[in-house]
């Protein structure tokens, strides 16, 4: 069957935003005298529970933390971290080949509409997507939801749309979705399986998106 839409997870699948955010936690955790897990990390990544996760680990192991004091420093270290960083290897060109296909764009993301909307103006990407749909506005990943709103708005059903993740938890709720989904760690996620995948690439420059469509049409 055809595929008439892409959608795309957007925190380290189009931009690898979650190694900034990583780092803005380890270097918290460093300067309260803790250190951050990363297995603990890897449970939280492509959900919305990172933050709670991490605040309260780090209550664990550090006294007299207060969340809310931390969480501005928190967000300007990220937007600092990812000043000068662009999308992914290879997510332009796929979006061009998306455009000359004629494909919908969507995004199912567990973050904010804010986080995700102002991200994606910093890229220059905005405009390639006619559905953002975001985990403030529905139930976020593992759940479904994310991925069955931006079908609505698009107006595809599951099994004419490729999903690209980056995250097992994210893989779970594409497929939840009943959308085949293609899975790109990035250098965060790349040891964490994901064999609930459709397909499994090391990156956006393994193969063409024109490529990807014929695989998927057979």
């Known amino acids: 069957m055809a595929t008439r839409a892409l959608i795309f997870d957007f925190d380290g699948t189009l931009a690898d935003t979650e190694a900034a955010v990583l780092r803005s936690w380890q270097e ?9 897990p990363l297995d603990v990390w890897h449970t939280v990544i492509g959900t919305q529970n990172t933050a709670t996760t991490m605040f309260k680990l780090l209550a664990e192991q550090a006294e007299n ?23 992914r290897d290879g997510v332009l060109d796929y979006l061009e080949e998306a455009a000359h296909h004629g494909l919908a764009l969507g995004i199912a993301s567990s973050s904010s509409s804010t986080w995700v909307h ?39 059903p599951a099994e004419e749309a490729l999903a690209f993740e980056d995250s097992p938890h994210g893989v779970s709720a594409a497929k939840a979705a009943g959308i085949p989904t293609i899975a790109i760690p990035n250098p965060i996620t790349a040891p964490l399986d994901f064999a609930k995948a459709d397909l499994v690439l090391p990156s956006f420059t393994t193969t063409t998106l024109t490529k990807l469509l014929q695989y998927f049409s057979q």
């Open 28 to 36: 918290m955790f460093a300067e309260h005298g803790a250190e951050l």
């Open 118 to 156: 102002g991200q994606l103006a910093r890229l220059g990407l905005a405009h390639h997507f006619t559905a953002v749909e975001t985990g403030d506005r529905h139930n976020p990943k593992p759940d479904p939801d994310t991925y069955l709103a931006a079908l609505r708005t698009l107006g595809v």
């Open 65 to 87: 933390v207060d969340p809310e004091s931390l969480r501005p420093a928190m967000r300007a270290r990220v937007h600092e971290l990812l000043a000068e960083d662009g999308p």
